[in-house]
């Protein structure tokens, strides 16, 4: 009987052992392999360097569960090549570079050639990764799907980012600047993350004009405003859409008649009336260029990336305070309203990856958005985007960004634009739009508006994503 | 001028031991060697410059974008009737050629006048390195010289704007205001090439007979009218040489443009090189790029068309 | 007379003084390069610049531990000097017919191999690039080194042509007169002569190909990466643009070409004039 029930007990055991099994049927079986994988990452930015520095942790993880040795190679290019370097490999269907950190705009370049996995089949497929639960909504929207607002999903996020202010603690609460400021605005500075967040628009020019001081060496704000890569659009946007403006309709591709509104022209001069208030050269401000303005100490705040927390910790340690960016006010006088541009980058997989390689990508996901690589990544500076990790109690305090970046984290607050395919060349038309404007090359707003709300559409038109197509004038428009 | 029966001893010294004629013996045929000689230069020639050619003419009429995965679609006319319509394109034309005159113009000038003031240097102690410090500009890597010049630039980091703030008290933005970029990008230009044209002169002036130099100077010939009467004969066409090689490389200008502005601000900057590259490697818009690139080359075969003109000029001369 | 001798001399050494300022204007901001490279980061960003200061050998030593740099400067000299070597035989045998022979069409195959050359770089890349991605060339060294090797064709052609034609043909009449052999002819008697075209189309070509950055960065992959294709993947590799970083490699980079025009001066005029001017400036 023993020998019977014992033998059962190893049956049951088996049986059991063999559900699972099933379920992971469509594994490829990579016991004692060695594989090398290949990443392309972004380089200068460190969120991305950071998902590449963590990787090789991932070989234990594989050595243990699966039984194989796998190495990471590293490649790297800057934001505003690394697609056309992606896109100049992908397109001879190479499998170069294995996993793909690419920006989220950049989904639709990718994915509607075919060079990426669509990752609906290998989510449904796989209950580790169907189980992870994102954050909120806006991480689905903003990095994993195509076309935008779609269940599509193409991408896994790998860092999620919004934008934040930082503001210089020492300057903010020091009594005589705010005995100063009380005195001639007849105001209160902000204090506190609570102060931020009801913080509107117009009272944070008179900060920037308080602080502006060239005398000393010393402005207001930096924030992007360069022609490069996507920098003066992703800012303009800021002031657009808290404004209550729209850049298109993602449902109908409509872009004349949505982008150059008089609304959004006010919103424009606003972008632009903000240059007085920063350092000379801030017109070809991108990443780079406004952390070295803050970590010089030129500035007294900055509206930029939280991914780049890490790295603006200076002039000195506790200086920087981390805040939620102002509200402006809807339509220029009412409501406070917030969005700001989406950051982050989701990474992708090389839909011309060989079998195996497949599955290790698919095995890194998995280990990726498991809880205590979540948190290992948080620990180490990076955004994580799942909920559990976010929701846990303290998570707020492990880095001094996380709280802002937490509480910009949900569609009500941050939107992205444009997964479309053809993004680079709307993109280069819009960048050089605003970059007109505000260069003042261009005197009226709405002409900037005009050019740019014609070309985007036009692109869109001729490539097919819209039925709509722009108005002939436009095509007569310069920039002048 | 070596004279004939020199030539003929110094054959004959060298052929001391004659070489076997073998199996090569088939190539003696001049009628087969002239070609074979050129095969190699022929396949090179054809793979690289004619087939990319006709591929480049082809693809003008298509529409071709990499990364919307569609396939091509014959559009005829249709890209080279948006290029004549851009307001972009042509923007960009136009400030290709104001960068190409007034570049090319100040770079022949300066040269020639640096040219006229090294020829007498003989005896300039530590000659060899002055020169190769006047040539460096040349050889940087001009990816190189545009990083760095954004350094010297820079409003608030670079050492220009510290001079200019200490004696004016103003800081300007070189490659940030739309008034101040073109021009400084035209001046890192002069900077990389301005020794160019300098080398040209010297090549011209050097072309002159010494014995006619000597001759001026007996004749006590004003400076003016040595130049006219002596130098310019001479040396005209190596100088136009240099003004031509410099005018049709400007008008490739990319890599050193690029690194410093992107184009900017605004299109402030924007050379058809940039445009070029922009559609092709940032929009993958394989289709457009192509009908600009025939239309590049056209203006290019146009400028090569006088330039040989010249040489055929030269060949008549000497 | 002492009175004159001594006005001459000053003006000698002003003039002399001039030449040197001259010289070193235009190499001032290649001092202020190799100045930065010998700074820490941010001693470079400080203003008043710090004119005294330690400087560093920190910068380089750290250029070679970045992940790539061996590699790419690896691949910045085997690729330059094997395809300049390829060009420059190439270029030398057909120079040789066009000199002598002159074949039909010699002058369109001129004609046609310089303009190539003028067109800007994009348009260029553009067909190579699709022809290398269908042949499977993409990324290749072979493909690199070819495409880098016809770029510096037309050069060597014109410069070898003009020194070819140089060298009387009487040379090959008597020779061929004496029972030599074509093969002869061109190796050991026309060769040696126009080893002065040689070095130039060398050095010329030679600049080119090393300082080239668009097409490697297209059409290159990981294997092929050069030098300037690492300058601009690393200019702003640690979240501020890495001056530090510019400078070192630029100057780094530099030094070979430097020595090239110190030593081989006369060549680049040789060179710069399509071999009409031969001798020493």
Redesign the interface.
């Given at each position: 009987m023993i020998k019977t029930l014992k033998q059962a007990f190893v049956l049951i055991i088996c049986i059991g052992m063999l559900i699972p099994a099933a379920a992971l049927a469509d594994r490829v079986d990579l016991k004692g392999e060695k594989i090398t994988m290949s990443i392309l990452g972004i380089a200068g930015w460190f969120p991305s360097k950071l998902g590449v520095d963590m990787s090789p942790a991932f070989a234990d993880y594989a050595k243990n569960k699966y039984g194989y040795d796998v190495q990471f190679t590293f490649e790297e290019a800057p934001f505003e090549t690394l697609f056309?370097k992606a896109?100049?490999s992908l397109?001879t269907k190479s499998d170069d570079y294995n996993i793909i950190v690419s920006d989220s705009q950049w989904l639709?370049?990718?994915a509607?050639?075919?060079w990426i996995v669509k990752l609906n089949d290998m989510i449904d497929n796989n209950p580790n990764l169907k189980a992870i639960e994102y954050y909120d909504q806006i991480v689905v929207d903003t990095y994993m799907s195509y076309p935008l607002g779609s269940d599509n999903y193409w991408g896994f996020p790998l860092e999620g980012d919004t934008m934040v202010l930082y503001v210089r603690q020492d300057k903010l609460l020091d009594p005589n600047e705010r005995k100063a400021f009380k005195d001639k605005y007849d105001l209160d500075m902000p204090k506190t993350f609570e102060d931020f967040e009801a913080l509107t628009y117009p009272d944070f020019v008179k900060i920037l004009e308080f602080f502006t001081r060239p005398e000393q060496d010393f402005y207001g704000i930096a924030q992007h405003y360069?022609?490069?890569y996507d920098f003066v659009c992703t800012a303009a946007h800021n002031y657009i859409w808290s404004r209550g403006g729209r850049i298109w309709d993602n449902k109908t591709g409509q872009v004349w008649g949505i982008l150059n509104t008089e609304e959004n022209a006010k919103s424009l001069a606003e972008y632009k009336a903000s240059l007085q208030y920063a350092?000379?050269?801030?017109?070809?401000y991108g990443n780079s260029e406004v952390m070295?303005?803050w970590n010089?100490g030129?500035v007294f705040c900055a509206i930029m990336w939280a991914a780049v927390g890490q790295y603006m910790m200076e002039p000195k340690d506790g200086q920087a305070m981390i805040v939620p960016p102002p509200a402006h006010l809807l339509n220029g006088d009412g409501k406070p309203n917030r969005v700001y541009s989406m950051g982050g980058q989701p990474w992708v997989i090389n839909a011309f990856n060989d079998k195996q390689k497949m599955q290790v990508a698919e095995d890194f996901m998995e280990w990726w958005y498991t809880e205590d690589v979540q948190m290992e990544f948080a620990r180490r500076g990076g955004n994580p985007v799942i909920k559990s990790v976010l929701n846990k109690p303290g998570f707020e305090d492990i880095k001094p960004w996380f709280r802002g970046y937490k509480w910009m984290l949900t569609t009500s607050k941050g939107r992205d634009f444009w997964h479309n395919?053809?993004y680079?060349?709307m993109m280069?038309k819009q960048q050089?739009a605003f970059?007109?404007y505000i260069?003042?090359?261009?005197k009226d707003p709405n002409v900037a508006l005009d050019y740019a709300a014609y070309h985007v559409q036009k692109i869109l038109y001729?490539?097919?994503s819209t039925k709509l197509k722009p108005p002939a004038e436009g095509?007569k428009?310069?920039?002048k | 001028?070596?004279s004939?029966s020199s030539?003929?001893r110094?054959?004959?010294q060298?052929?001391a031991t004659?070489?076997g004629?073998g199996w090569?013996?088939s190539?003696?045929n001049?009628k087969y060697?002239?070609?074979l000689?050129?095969v190699?230069?022929?396949i090179?020639?054809i793979?690289?410059?004619v087939?990319?050619?006709f591929?480049?003419a082809g693809?003008g009429f298509y529409?071709y974008?990499?990364?919307?995965?569609?396939p091509l679609k014959f559009v005829g006319l249709h890209n080279f009737i948006e290029i004549f319509?851009s307001?972009?394109i042509w923007h960009a034309l136009s400030n290709t050629f104001l960068f190409v005159i007034i570049g090319a113009g100040t770079q022949t000038i300066l040269g020639i006048i640096?040219g006229f003031?090294?020829w007498?240097?003989k005896?300039?102690?530590?000659r060899?390195?002055?020169?190769?410090?006047?040539?460096?500009?040349m050889?940087?890597?001009?990816?190189?010289?545009g990083?760095?010049?954004r350094?010297?630039y820079?409003?608030?980091?670079g050492?220009l704007n510290?001079f200019i703030k200490s004696i004016f008290g103003v800081?300007i933005?070189f490659?940030?205001?739309?008034s101040w970029a073109f021009p400084s990008v035209l001046i890192v230009d002069t900077?990389m090439w301005?020794?160019?044209m300098m080398?040209?002169t010297?090549?011209a002036l050097?072309?002159v007979p010494k014995a006619e130099l000597e001759a001026a100077e007996v004749e006590n010939l004003s400076w003016y009218q040595r130049l006219i009467n002596v130098v310019l004969p001479h040396g005209k066409?190596?100088l136009m040489?240099?003004i031509l090689?410099r005018t049709?490389?400007s008008?490739?200008s990319?890599?050193i443009i690029f690194t410093m502005t992107?184009?900017?601000?605004?299109?402030?900057t924007e050379l058809?090189?940039i445009t070029?590259?922009?559609?092709?490697?940032?929009?993958?818009?394989?289709g457009q790029?192509?009908a600009?690139?025939i239309i590049?080359?056209l203006i290019?075969?146009a400028?090569?068309s006088i330039?040989?003109h010249v040489l055929k000029k030269?060949e008549s001369f000497a | 007379m002492e009175d004159r001798n001594r006005n001459k001399n000053l003006k000698?050494s002003l003039?002399?003084i001039?030449?040197?300022a001259?010289?070193?204007l235009?190499?001032s901001?290649?001092i202020?390069?190799i100045i930065?490279s010998l700074k820490t980061r941010t001693q470079?960003?400080t203003?008043?610049?710090e004119w005294l200061f330690v400087p560093t050998l920190k910068n380089y030593i750290a250029l070679f531990d970045m992940f790539n740099f061996t590699k790419e400067l690896m691949n910045s000299i085997f690729m330059s000097l094997s395809a300049v070597t390829i060009a420059v035989v190439?270029?030398f045998?057909?120079a040789?017919?066009?000199s002598?022979?002159k074949?039909k069409g010699t002058d369109l195959?001129m004609?046609?191999?310089?303009?190539?050359r003028?067109?800007?770089?994009?348009?260029?890349?553009?067909?190579?690039?699709?022809?290398y991605s269908a042949s499977g060339w993409k990324g290749t060294h072979l493909g690199m080194i070819?495409?880098y090797?016809?770029f510096s064709?037309p050069f060597s052609?014109w410069i070898l042509k003009g020194f070819i034609d140089g060298v009387?043909e009487?040379?090959d009449e008597?020779?061929l007169a004496?029972?030599?052999?074509?093969?002869?002819i061109i190796f050991?008697?026309v060769m040696p002569q126009v080893k002065p075209g040689l070095i130039a189309a060398f050095i010329f070509n030679i600049?080119f190909v090393?300082?080239e950055?668009?097409f490697n960065y297209?059409i290159g992959g990981k294997k092929t990466a050069t030098v300037?294709v690492g300058?601009?993947q690393g200019?702003s590799a640690g979240m501020s643009i890495q001056?530090d970083f510019?400078?070192t490699?630029?100057t780094f980079?530099?030094i070979p070409?430097?020595i090239?025009?110190?030593f081989f001066?006369k060549y680049?005029?040789v060179g710069?004039?399509?071999g009409?001017?031969k001798?020493e400036?």
């Open positions: 056309q896109a100049a397109a639709g370049g990718f509607a050639p075919g360069s022609k490069v350092p000379p050269g801030a017109v070809n070295e303005a010089g030129k395919p053809m680079a060349v280069a050089e970059h007109s260069t003042g090359q261009v001729d490539h097919g095509a428009i310069e920039l | 001028m070596m004939d030539i003929d110094m054959v004959l060298k052929f004659t070489s004629r090569l013996s190539l003696e001049p060697l002239q070609h000689l050129l190699p230069v022929l090179f020639f793979v690289w410059n087939i990319p050619l591929w480049l693809m529409k974008v990499l990364v919307t995965g569609e319509n307001f972009e640096l003031i090294f007498d240097s005896g300039l102690p530590g060899r390195i002055a020169l190769t410090l006047i040539f460096t500009p050889i940087m890597a001009p990816l190189a010289s990083s760095f010049f350094i010297i820079d409003p608030i980091f050492i510290y800081t933005d490659l940030g205001s739309s900077w301005t020794p160019f080398l040209m010297l090549a050097g072309s066409f190596i040489l240099g090689l049709i490389d008008f490739k990319m890599d992107r184009g900017g601000p605004g299109n402030a058809i090189g070029l590259y922009r559609q092709a490697f940032n929009a993958f818009t394989m790029a192509s600009l690139a590049s080359l290019a075969i400028f090569t330039y040989l030269k | 000698r003039y002399y001039l030449l040197w001259i010289s070193l235009f190499f901001p290649i202020w390069m930065c470079i960003i203003l008043p610049p190439v270029s045998l057909a040789y017919s066009f002598r022979f074949p195959i004609f046609m191999l310089l303009s190539m003028m067109v800007p770089a994009a348009a260029v890349i553009v067909p190579i690039y699709l022809l070819l495409f090797a016809m064709i052609v009387s009487r040379f008597t020779a004496n029972g030599g052999s074509r093969m002869h050991k008697l600049i090393w300082n950055f668009l297209i300037p300058l601009a200019f001056w510019i400078a490699l630029t980079y530099s070409l430097i090239f025009i110190f001066q680049l005029l710069m004039t399509f009409t001017v001798g400036v």
